[in-house]
């Protein structure tokens, strides 16, 4: 996983709360993203961001937030207006000056809503 | 409209036979294709990628990659298969909306198998 470290790797949340997934890579890397991953569903982008102080959303943004304040830092909110946040998420990396470029991932987070 | 497609769900093979995980995909223009394996509980680790040249693509542990254009497929392949590639594969084209933006599209993954 090597680079980029998520935490913490599981997370509790009570329905109403509002949580915070920590990403940070030492890869030097511009670009990162955040993606949720379902059993049978693959990988969705959440958000992603190419440079600091920039972010787009995805294609399941709703009830999600981001900040990129620092190129190293990426942290995810799940808010109380994400109705169904239990699963497992994952941040990646990658250089830009080209889309050919692979992403790095992270370990994970596993988020479960009591 | 840009996807991936992994037909299989599961696959099953016994130790030492040759695997192979298959994937199609449909983009506009030339595709930039990724394979990456996932253990149980962990972050996905990449594996290859066909960006442009031979249509086979060598890989991390022993793995490879067959680009096939006329059949838009880019199927994952190793010649004899261990106990420790069972792992869930998943297979990602490049997004080319917006450009340059290193997003990629997934498929929904490929559970192997391996028994000894």
């Known amino acids: 996983d090597g680079g980029i470290t998520q935490s913490p790797k599981y997370l509790f949340r009570k329905e109403g709360q509002n949580v915070t997934l920590s990403c940070e890579q030492n890869?030097?890397?511009?670009?990162m993203y955040w993606y949720r991953q379902d059993p049978g569903q693959g990988l969705r982008l959440i958000y992603y961001?190419?440079?600091?102080?920039?972010?787009q959303k995805g294609d399941i943004a709703e009830g999600y937030s981001v900040s990129r304040e620092k190129k190293e830092s990426f942290p995810l909110t799940v808010t109380s207006a994400q109705k169904n946040p239990t699963a497992f998420y994952l941040c990646a990396s990658t250089r830009t000056g080209g889309s050919y470029n692979e992403q790095f991932f992270g370990p994970g987070t596993r988020l479960t809503v009591l | 409209a840009q996807s991936v497609a992994q037909p299989e769900d599961q696959v099953n093979v016994a130790e030492g036979n040759p695997l192979t995980v298959k994937c199609t995909y449909s983009?506009?223009?030339?595709?930039?294709l990724f394979w990456y394996v996932q253990y149980p509980n962990r972050g996905l680790q990449f594996l290859l990628k066909y960006i442009t040249g031979d249509n086979l693509v060598k890989g991390s542990y022993g793995f490879e990659a067959e680009f096939n254009k006329s059949q838009t497929s880019f199927h994952l392949k190793k010649p004899s298969a261990l106990v420790s590639d069972s792992a869930l594969y998943f297979c990602?084209?490049?997004?080319?909306?917006?450009?340059?933006?290193?997003?990629?599209?997934f498929g929904q993954g490929t559970t192997l198998q391996v028994k000894p």
């Open positions: 983009v506009s223009g030339n595709p930039y």
């Open positions: 961001s190419q440079i600091v102080n920039d972010f």
């Open positions: 890869l030097n890397h511009d670009a």
């Open positions: 990602a084209v490049r997004d080319i909306r917006p450009s340059n933006t290193g997003k990629l599209i």
